[in-house]
């Protein structure tokens, strides 16, 4: 069974500081893992994924997630956080035999001017 | 159009009232998925078509939901009898098909149905 945890539901930091919005997933195999972000009456937008390459993956506008097999992790940070990052950031792991997503209940950031 | 499309994008119904969404996929992608947002959640699988064929229903939460895509491209879910725990955001999702990219699935903006 696969599934993902994300840590905090709420998340605020200041414009310009450090964005760390964690996941830690649950799988018996090598996962696929995937950061969507949600605006405000929007769908997701893909982020960035893992699918077993680099562990370091680089996604758009800046963020970026580590693989770590031995936490279970895949965090998603961002260096410097911006005004127009505030949005609903999910996790999500595919299954592979079914070819589904499980997604994480999402994490809030606010940013702070 | 580049992009998975939805109509309608908001859908008032009375209880009871049938209900149908439409989704337009990526051209070109074999995979088209549903899934079920409630307010302040994450995405819930419904079900999952590969072409025309519906390879997973399992996660349909009643007999009340049906789904279909007959020629393999545009896709609608339907809702027969609303109730008012219906109420959510249907998202519908298609990829490639082919084992590349991961599968990555491209989300469309979703519809917002509300039963009264």
């Known amino acids: 069974a696969q599934s993902v945890t994300q840590l905090g539901s709420h998340v605020s930091v200041s414009e310009g500081a450090l964005v760390l919005l964690r996941c830690n997933y649950s799988?018996?195999?090598?996962?696929?893992l995937f950061w969507y972000v949600q605006y405000p009456n929007q769908g997701l937008q893909l982020l960035l994924k893992?699918?077993?390459?680099?562990?370091l993956v680089k996604g758009i506008n800046g963020f970026e997630a580590e693989f770590k097999k031995s936490e279970t992790s895949f965090h998603l940070t961002k260096p410097s956080a911006h005004m127009s990052d505030a949005a609903e950031y999910f996790c999500?792991?595919?299954?592979?035999?079914?070819?589904?997503?499980?997604f994480g209940t999402g994490t809030s950031l606010t940013v702070i001017p | 159009g580049a992009g998975v499309s939805q109509s309608p994008r908001y859908k008032v119904a009375k209880r009871g009232q049938d209900v149908a969404l439409r989704c337009d996929p990526i051209?070109?992608?074999?995979?088209l998925f549903w899934y079920q947002q409630a307010l302040g959640q994450g995405p819930e699988f419904l079900t999952y078509?590969?072409?025309?064929?519906?390879?997973?229903k399992s996660g349909l939460p009643s007999d009340r939901f049906f789904a279909e895509r007959p020629e393999g491209s545009v896709s609608t879910l339907k809702i027969q009898r609303t109730q008012q725990e219906d109420s959510a955001v249907y998202l519908c999702?298609?990829?490639?098909?082919?084992?590349?990219?991961?599968?990555?699935?491209?989300f469309g903006p979703g519809t917002r149905l509300l039963v009264l």
């Open positions: 799988s018996s195999v090598p996962p696929y």
């Open positions: 078509f590969q072409n025309e064929a519906q390879l997973d």
């Open positions: 893992y699918t077993s390459a680099a562990t």
């Open positions: 999702a298609s990829s490639h098909g082919s084992g590349r990219d991961g599968e990555t699935q491209y």
């Open positions: 999500a792991v595919r299954n592979m035999t079914r070819n589904q997503f499980y």
């Open positions: 051209s070109g992608h074999v995979s």
